[in-house]
């Protein structure tokens, strides 16, 4: 039984939300995003709540059940909040700069690292230190954190690279004489 599924979903008010069949629209004050349900799951919009119902108790479907009613508690948290991930860069000479559409990344390599600002994902550094990823899918905001992430991944000697801000790093003791 999943505990996360039987609770329905409130839809705030300022939110539209539609149900087609196994598509879910949800149109607020940031934006409209849509999740299709995989078929295991039904899903109904009544009483301004959506509730998701398994359609059989294999476990498959309890599967689906919890991570459907997850997803679209998302989509509606990220029309009317929106999500951010903030990133830390921690080396000497390690910084970062938006310049238009393109995220310059300067992370001890012999170039700098060039990374577009895909649509609907905004960008910024307060810092030269500091990278704030904001939008409204979780998802996407989470992915490309991941990716500016990739680029110098912390190592656990001194702590150099690209960290997420609640990271922490396990820090190792170095060779010993």
Known sequence: MSRVGKKPVTVPAGVTAT????????KGAKGELS?????????????GAISVQPRS??????????????????LIEGVTKGFEKKLEINGVGYR?????????????????????IPAGITITTPRPVEIIVAGIDKQR???????????RGPEPYKGKGV???DEFIFRKEGKKK
Do not use: C
């Open 96 to 116: 970062a700069a938006v310049a238009g559409k393109v995220l310059k990344l300067s992370l001890g390599y012999s170039h700098d690292v060039e990374y577009e």
């Open 163 to 165: 960290k997420y801000s």
């Open 35 to 47: 999740f299709r349900v995989p078929d295991l799951v039904e899903v109904s919009h009544a009483d």
């Open 141 to 151: 905001v989470g992915q490309i954190a991941a990716e500016i992430r990739e680029y």
């Open 57 to 74: 108790q294999t476990k498959e479907a309890r599967a689906m059940w919890g991570l459907s009613r997850a997803q679209v508690a998302n």
């Open 19 to 26: 149900v087609d069949g196994q598509n879910v629209k949800i």
